[in-house]
């Protein structure tokens, strides 16, 4: 898989202990942040999502968390990953139920670094999985809402004139394949074509 599919952030603000994790992940492209405010940062102001973030829970400026949740928050399917100490069970529940955290891998243990490298590995192709279950998804709805809305347009054509009924397709046809029906119906309100439009709230969403 190509390095920019393989993109990771990693947040430590032990400096000895992020550049042992940023060497254990050579073959994936890993950003780094030192504190939880750089990382919010960088989520923030970056073009592409990562696929994976992994985060310390306790950092010199607030909680590993707040980073995974601001992710959860704009780039749902990027995989969260905590890798912190295990001597705060309450703080782990706090990030496992707000961030709704993938893994959380105890940086003491004997693999850790094992460990987070096979989560790492997990979550990219994790990442690919959402990718695609969400598109398909996206894909049949849409499809839904083609099959029903190009039955209750065609039904439009007993109430008005040959020339507005073809006026209303071409301008609601490039909307089709992107969008839900409704898109196209603000579409034919803000051509003032307002009796059209009430027609087919009225007639055409009636079985809907």
């Given at each position: 898989?190509?390095?920019?599919?393989?993109?990771?952030?990693?947040?430590?603000?032990e400096?000895?202990?992020?550049?042992?994790?940023?060497?254990?992940?050579?073959?994936?492209?890993?950003?780094?942040?030192?504190?939880?405010?750089?990382?919010?940062?960088?989520?923030?102001?970056?073009?592409?999502p990562?696929?994976?973030?992994?985060?310390?829970?306790?950092?010199?400026?607030?909680?590993?968390?707040?980073?995974?949740?601001?992710?959860?928050?704009?780039?749902?399917?990027?995989?969260?990953?905590?890798?912190?100490?295990?001597?705060?069970?309450?703080?782990?529940?706090?990030?496992?139920?707000?961030?709704?955290?993938?893994?959380y891998?105890?940086?003491?243990?004997?693999?850790a670094?094992?460990?987070?490298?096979?989560?790492?590995?997990?979550?990219?192709?994790?990442?690919?999985?959402?990718?695609?279950?969400?598109?398909?998804?996206?894909?049949?709805?849409?499809?839904?809402?083609?099959?029903?809305?190009?039955?209750?347009?065609?039904?439009?054509?007993?109430?008005?004139?040959?020339?507005?009924?073809?006026?209303?397709?071409?301008?609601?046809?490039?909307?089709?394949?992107?969008?839900?029906?409704?898109?196209?119906?603000?579409?034919?309100?803000?051509?003032?074509?307002?009796?059209?439009?009430?027609?087919?709230?009225?007639?055409?969403?009636?079985?809907?």
């Amino acid at each position: 898989m190509p390095h920019e599919h393989r993109r990771i952030l990693v947040v430590e603000d032990e400096r000895s202990v992020l550049d042992l994790i940023v060497s254990s992940l050579d073959d994936f492209d890993v950003t780094q942040a030192e504190s939880r405010d750089s990382a919010l940062d960088i989520i923030r102001s970056t073009a592409s999502p990562f696929q994976v973030i992994v985060t310390d829970q306790h950092l010199g400026d607030g909680y590993g968390n707040s980073v995974l949740s601001e992710a959860l928050f704009l780039h749902p399917h990027t995989v969260r990953v905590i890798f912190s100490g295990a001597d705060d069970a309450v703080s782990a529940a706090q990030a496992i139920n707000e961030s709704r955290v993938d893994r959380y891998i105890d940086k003491g243990a004997m693999n850790a670094i094992s460990d987070l490298r096979e989560a790492c590995a997990w979550g990219i192709n994790e990442y690919q999985r959402r990718v695609a279950v969400d598109r398909s998804s996206t894909s049949s709805l849409v499809s839904w809402y083609e099959r029903i809305a190009l039955e209750r347009f065609s039904a439009l054509r007993m109430y008005l004139p040959d020339s507005t009924h073809a006026r209303l397709w071409e301008m609601w046809k490039p909307a089709l394949p992107s969008a839900p029906p409704i898109s196209a119906l603000n579409l034919w309100r803000d051509a003032n074509l307002e009796v059209a439009y009430q027609t087919f709230l009225r007639e055409g969403f009636r079985a809907l």
